[in-house]
T-cell receptor
Framework: GAVVSQHPSWVICKSGTSVKIECRSL??????MFWYRQFPKQSLMLMAT?????????EQGVEKDKFLINHASLTLSTLTVTSAHPEDSSFYIC???????????FGPGTRLTVT | GENVEQHPSTLSVQEGDSAVIKCTYS??????FPWYKQELGKRPQLIID?????GEKKDQRIAVTLNKTAKHFSLHITETQPEDSAVYFC????????FGKGTMLLVSP
């Protein structure tokens, strides 16, 4: 149980284009989903927290117009990187939670490369 | 907000030795402290956690201790094996997880 999937697992896009990443909880309802960014050999940096049906809460320094987050259902959240630039290249990981802090499960991550 | 410091950043041990990773946190209201193991290119996996009303918790070869007064908690791995090699993250939570910077553990055969 408690499986979280992400799609795609990796993506290469050209500078200026937009990329959408999906995060799905496959066998439970996720009232809250989190989006993290991880640079090589670095920690997980929380970008935003989204609750189903509500606007996402972004961490300080994260541009909400650039990283669009939608949490339209209890099993799906999407992150869209708009007008991507090479500096947006990173490993993006989502996690889904039932609402209990000890029930937060991570997706496998998406490797984004912007050329 | 919460700030979590983690040490060391890298740790090399011989198979069979023990490994200890330490974390400190800043917000005394944090009440949940999980540890995650992340293998290269994979998702973080919860390996053990502890709540603020408990001082120690053990699960086979891994244990976590918490000192609320000093605001620090530690991960202990005994009888290390090569498959323990990974990056370990501590976190502190008051609803939202704040992660430490990670410790790369390398266990040599």
């Amino acid at each position: 149980g408690a499986v979280v999937s992400q799609h795609p697992s990796w993506v290469i896009c050209k500078s200026g284009t937009s990329v959408k990443i999906e995060c799905r909880s496959l066998d439970f309802q996720a009232t809250t989903m989190f989006w993290y960014r991880q640079f090589p050999k670095q920690s997980l940096m929380l970008m935003a927290t989204s609750n189903e049906g509500s606007k996402a809460t972004y961490e300080q320094g994260v541009e909400k117009d650039k990283f669009l987050i939608n949490h339209a259902s209890l099993t799906l959240s999407t992150l869209t990187v708009t007008s991507a630039h090479p500096e947006d290249s990173s490993f993006y990981i989502c996690s889904a939670s039932t609402g209990r802090e000890d029930e937060q499960y991570f997706g496998p991550g998406t490797r984004l490369t912007v050329t | 907000g919460e700030n979590v410091e983690q040490h060391p950043s890298t740790l090399s041990v011989q198979e069979g030795d023990s490994a200890v990773i330490k974390c400190t946190y800043s917000d005394s209201a944090s009440n949940y402290f999980p540890w995650y193991k992340q293998e290269l290119g994979k998702r973080p996996q919860l390996i053990i956690d502890i709540r603020s009303n408990v001082g120690e918790k053990k699960d086979q070869r891994i244990a976590v201790t918490l000192n609320k007064t000093a605001k620090h908690f530690s991960l202990h791995i005994t009888e290390t094996q090569p498959e323990d090699s990974a990056v370990y993250f501590c976190a502190a939570s008051l609803g939202t997880l704040t992660f430490g910077k990670g410790t790369m553990l390398l266990v040599s055969p």
